[in-house]
């Protein structure tokens, strides 16, 4: 079993930076693909961003060029670094592992988190 815990989200200003953290316990998940994943109220989970094993990132379109999504493996931990937010990056933010690709797609993660609420104000 893997267990992730989020921390870093808050209140911020538009146009702001805020890092989010996801630290692993359980396992090491250095052979895990590892995702970012978003839930704003009244809508469904969205993929953010997902970093893979090898190192390979990739991004929804609404954030690439302000987020990115970086790991440390030693500390087993995956980052999501966010700025320039908008108001539409509201949302509570989950990390998610898995052991295979991982993906873009809710479904393709075994292991989620809590998720931490980030609020971006205008």
């Known amino acids: 079993q893997v267990q992730l815990v989020e921390s870093g989200g808050g209140l911020v200003q538009a146009g702001g930076s805020l890092r989010l953290s996801c630290v692993a316990s359980?396992?090491?998940?250095?052979?895990?693909?590892m995702g970012w994943f978003r839930q704003a109220p009244g809508k469904e989970r969205e993929f953010v961003a997902a970093i893979r094993s090898g190192g390979s990132r990739y991004y929804t379109d609404s954030v690439k060029g302000r987020f990115t999504i970086s790991r440390d493996n030693a500390k087993n931990t995956v980052y999501l670094q966010m700025n320039s937010l908008k108001p539409e990056d509201t949302a509570v933010y989950s990390c998610?592992?898995?052991?295979?690709?991982?993906?873009?797609?809710?479904?393709?993660?075994?292991?989620w988190g809590q998720g931490t609420q980030v609020t971006v104000s205008s």
């Open positions: 359980g396992r090491t998940v250095s052979s895990y693909a």
């Open positions: 998610a592992a898995d052991l295979g690709r991982g993906g873009t797609a809710v479904g393709g993660y075994e292991y």
